[in-house]
């Protein structure tokens, strides 16, 4: 479809889904490639809407006034050999002959193209036709591939790169917590690349793929087959396409044939807008990611503007009016396929087709702004403003590397939406998320739910507002895990050969906690405290020492206390009796001594219940070898009276002279000082000091007393024992 102009815009759709093959026996000249099967009607919209805003650009009086630009437009059927023959059509122009001349006028020069609906056939194009500097300005063509300035030095795009999108995608599975996904992807540069970005982002963000599998429309029914049949193998709720939209229609038709348990599909741009497609009933709940709605003023009233006449005279328009109606018009092509002749009544205001679709403007709108943006490059190129007017010479020699220039710097706003390029020709990403909500009548709505900015700082670029409808239409968010979440007082143990997101969960052992779900290690608890019976976490071990009110040491108390009060009630006796020969005969000084020395040892061992201080654990050890070492020295001090008193029956003994009770006292006191000098050089030393023991319970702590130094507390009990041998 063509229109003259002063200048020409090329053009390049998918309009249809195959190349017409044909076996040549090299006899007779090849034909030209053309396309066939079946018609897009969508696309055909896009068609439009680029004649449209060329119509409308003729019609304005501040872009490019005076000058009226004329289009080109070519089906390249989504066909690497088609689309290098339209490339070639578009550089060549459609002059019969060669002109000489440098004044004659470039009448039908091609100054820019806009396409491909592909990212396969616009790099075919790109690489083409920027070997002779024509622009490609493409509304539909995502690989980030075509991002790249030295092999596609002339690529423009209206429609962010497919890098922003495998980011969206992927920040949108992690927020619903899938970990578990398949993936399905086009085997075309668009469904490559862009599903090699999304595994990149999707590994960052710590989600697994259960399988990846790539087809392409044209491929055989048996691997459409066997990928249908992975489909419904697999234990992944949740599948992640990044195909085409002619590729995911041949998917989910042979899914419908034998449908697959629940799935909840997660789209790419390039079908999930899809108004073809949205009639497999067993998607609805899918949600994906789709370029921004928008509103294109007059473009519905030019798309249903069509005659019988202008329909007649385009074999585009006729093909569609036939498809869109099964009807056949006079002189088609299509009289012998049996169908019923048009017979005028037909209206297509009254056809429910993607083609007359306005209410969801997308990919439309990409086009309307590609139209525009090679329109004020032209305009920047030629056009001069004169007193608040532009004028534009027609007849100045412009070149399309001029307006490959221009169009690097255009920035402008068209119906309110910015376009502008970045250095590697992309704009600026944006995505609105979608979702095919389900009505009564089981028609399926796509219903803006959220956004992605790729312009907002990291972390913020995905919103979602509005309720999601789930797959079998349900309102809790599916679940796609390999593994169950891990709950806290576990860790996650990796399963052997299986991805990180397979694991098992094992519980924390004692004194070791988790607590956060899918924790990967348990981490252990601080040495003064120790985990709960969940594992969840910790508490301050129980303190353990010899209370007053245990059984232990009600025992002791009592032992002791009965111990004191034999020993007074024994020095009570002696103490009534003092003058009597027995008492008198056992010393009684040292008896009294004696007794008193047993009282405190018995008493002593109170100082070892209770809880432990600097003073009590100092008291304790002291005390006690004080105390004993009194009373083994009154031992030892009747002991040698004893032995003075035979020694002193022997003729001529006076031994009784040298140890009499000042002697007796002396000994007391000079062996019980020995102790308390040791037991001073101990204190000032290295005293005993109140510890907690952690190492005898790990799960409790025993307060106690540390001897402080060893050496102090071994020459207590050996001077004790010395004592004690030499009172035997």
């Not at 997101?501 to 924390?508: A, F, K, L, S, V």
């Amino acid at each position: 479809m063509s229109e003259d102009g002063d200048f020409v815009i090329g053009g390049a759709f998918s309009i249809h889904h195959k190349l017409y093959t044909v076996i040549y026996n090299y006899t007779t000249k090849p034909e030209s490639p053309r396309c066939t099967g079946s018609f897009n009607s969508r696309v055909l919209r896009f068609f439009r809407a680029m004649i449209f805003a060329i119509e409308e650009i003729n019609n304005s009086t501040e872009l490019l006034p005076g000058i009226k630009l004329g289009y080109e437009i070519h089906d390249s059927c989504v066909s690497v050999p088609v689309a290098v023959h339209v490339a070639f059509q578009l550089s060549n122009g459609q002059d019969p002959v060669f002109y000489k001349d440098s004044n004659c006028s470039q009448t039908g020069m091609v100054m820019a193209v806009i396409g491909d609906s592909g990212s396969t056939p616009s790099i075919s194009i790109a690489r083409t036709i920027g070997s002779f500097n024509v622009p490609l300005v493409s509304p539909f063509a995502t690989c980030a591939c075509l991002s790249d300035k030295k092999q596609f030095p002339t690529f423009f795009r209206t429609i962010p790169s497919d890098q922003f999108q495998a980011d969206a995608l992927a920040k949108l599975v992690k927020h619903f917590g899938w970990t578990w996904i398949g993936a399905v992807y086009s085997d075309s540069d668009y469904g490559n690349f862009g599903m090699s970005s999304f595994l990149a982002v999707a590994q960052k963000e710590g989600i697994c793929v259960e399988y990846t599998e790539a087809f392409f429309r044209t491929d055989p029914h048996s691997k459409i087959q066997r990928i249908a049949d992975v489909i419904r193998r697999s234990t992944a709720m949740v599948i992640v396409a990044f195909t085409a939209s002619g590729d995911m229609s041949v998917l989910l038709e042979e899914l419908a044939l034998e449908p697959s348990p629940p799935r909840q599909w997660i789209g790419s741009e390039g079908w999930v807008t899809d108004p073809l497609l949205m009639g497999y009933s067993f998607c609805a709940g899918a949600i994906g990611v789709a370029i921004q709605k928008s509103v294109i003023p007059g473009l519905r009233d030019f798309l249903l503007d069509l005659s019988p006449t202008e329909v007649a005279d385009s074999p585009v328009l006729t093909e569609f009016w036939e498809d869109a109606f099964n009807c056949s018009l006079k002189k088609s092509k299509y009289d012998n396929l049996g169908k019923r002749e048009c017979d005028g009544t037909e209206d297509i205001k009254t056809l429910e087709n993607p083609y007359t679709e306005t209410s969801q403007l997308r990919v439309t709108n990409m086009v309307y702004k590609a139209v525009y943006a090679v329109a004020h490059a032209i305009h920047n190129a030629m056009c001069k403003e004169r007193n608040l007017n532009f004028e534009c010479d027609k007849h100045f020699r412009l070149e399309s590397k001029q307006v490959f220039t221009e169009l690097k710097k255009v920035n402008f706003s068209q119906n309110g939406y910015p376009v502008s390029f970045d250095a590697n020709g992309d704009p600026v990403a944006f995505y609105e998320l979608v979702n095919w909500q389900k009505r009564e009548s089981g028609s399926i709505d796509l219903i803006t739910v959220g956004y992605y900015d790729g312009s907002l700082s990291k972390g913020q670029e995905l919103h979602i507002y509005r309720n999601i409808t789930w797959v079998k239409h349900g309102t809790e968010i599916p679940v796609s895990v390999c593994s169950e979440t891990c709950p806290l007082g576990t860790r996650k143990v990796l399963q052997k050969g299986k991805p990180i997101c397979c694991y098992d969960c094992i519980p924390c052992p004692e004194g070791e906690i988790s607590n956060k779900t899918d924790s990967p290690d348990c981490f252990t608890c601080p040495s003064e405290f120790w985990s709960n019976a969940q594992r969840d976490a910790c508490f301050p071990k129980p303190v353990e020492f010899l209370s007053f009110d245990e059984l232990l040491a009600i025992i002791l108390a009592t032992f002791s206390g009965f111990g004191a009060c034999l020993a007074i009630i024994t020095g009570i006796i002696f103490f009534r009796h003092r003058t009597t020969p027995i008492v008198r005969a056992n010393n009684s000084e040292l008896s009294f001594l004696l007794l008193f020395s047993l009282t405190l040892c018995f008493l002593c061992s109170l100082t070892f219940i209770g809880a432990p201080s600097e003073w009590s654990c100092m008291l304790r050890h002291t005390a006690f070898g004080i105390i004993f070492v009194l009373c083994i020295s009154c031992v030892l001090g009747k002991t040698v009276v004893v032995l003075m008193a035979f020694k002193a029956t022997l003729p001529g003994s006076n031994a009784m002279k040298w140890f009499g009770p000042p002697q007796q006292r002396m000994t007391v006191v000079f062996f019980t000082f020995i102790q308390v000098l040791i037991c001073t050089v101990w204190l000032v030393l290295s005293p005993p000091f109140p510890i907690k023991n952690l190492t005898t319970y790990k799960e409790k702590i025993i307060l106690e007393c540390a001897l402080g130094s060893v050496v102090g507390f071994w020459a207590v009990l050996g001077y004790i024992g010395l004592l004690a041998n030499n009172s035997q």
